[in-house]
T-cell receptor
């Protein structure tokens, strides 16, 4: 299965600033996704990161707040912009591998605290 | 749209007790079904999966059977251990929804000696 590396693993940020989270996969993958897990909650899909085109955002998430890049088939970034304490969450990168059907693999996540 | 419902937690069991965590789903297509587990302080891991009706997924003593007629995918284990303490998420992925994984709310399990 794909090995997914996320950086940073955790960070404490000041409100009003932005943080960019990186997701690196050790093999080419077709689908990459970004999820948010708020404290004590389940995972909510933020967007699908599309290679070579704009990300597809879920209801309630917008590009200005969560810009996403995916320059190639092994790398993506998620930026959390103009942060507020409500953005404190774990952010997870997820991938699906060619030939593995719809099974999703997850990175370890980035634990973000906004103060 | 697609959705997943799980039994409310937290669930507390004694070691060697039988575990059932109920999961039902709503989907427009023919989804694949998953159970993910999140151990304290760790990332999300796939526990088991089933891709079509009547398939049984199994791993580490856990089992779940894809029941299309009842739209269910209940997780069971015959004898839980303290090391099974974690949060369990039922999830589905549906090709008509571009393979997005939709998660249930999660069920926290604590196993006491």
């Amino acid at each position: 299965s794909a090995v997914i590396s996320q950086k940073p693993s955790r960070d404490i940020c000041q409100r009003g600033t932005s943080l960019t989270i990186q997701c690196q996969v050790d093999s080419q993958v077709t689908m990459m996704f970004w999820y948010r897990q708020q404290p004590g909650q389940s995972l909510t899909l933020i967007a699908t990161a599309n290679q070579g085109s704009e990300a597809t955002y879920e209801s309630g998430f917008v590009i200005d707040k969560f810009p996403i890049s995916r320059p190639n088939l092994t790398f993506s970034t998620l930026t959390v912009s103009n942060m507020s304490p409500e953005d404190s969450s774990i952010y997870l990168c997820s991938v699906e591998e060619p030939g593995r059907g719809t099974e999703a693999f997850f990175g370890q996540g980035t634990r973000l605290t906004v103060v | 749209g697609d959705s997943v419902t799980q039994m409310e937690g937290p669930v507390t069991l004694s070691e060697e007790a039988f575990l059932t965590i109920n999961c039902t789903y709503t989907a427009t297509g023919y989804p694949s079904l998953f159970w993910y587990v999140q151990y304290p302080g760790e990332g999300l891991q796939l526990l088991l999966k089933a891709t079509k009706a009547d398939d049984k997924g199994s791993n580490k003593g856990f089992e779940a059977t894809y029941r299309k007629e009842t739209t269910s995918f209940h997780l069971e284990k015959g004898s839980v251990q303290v090391s099974d303490s974690a949060v369990y998420f039922c999830a589905l992925s549906d090709r008509t929804s571009y393979d997005k994984v939709i998660f249930g709310p999660g069920t926290s399990l604590s196993v006491i000696p």
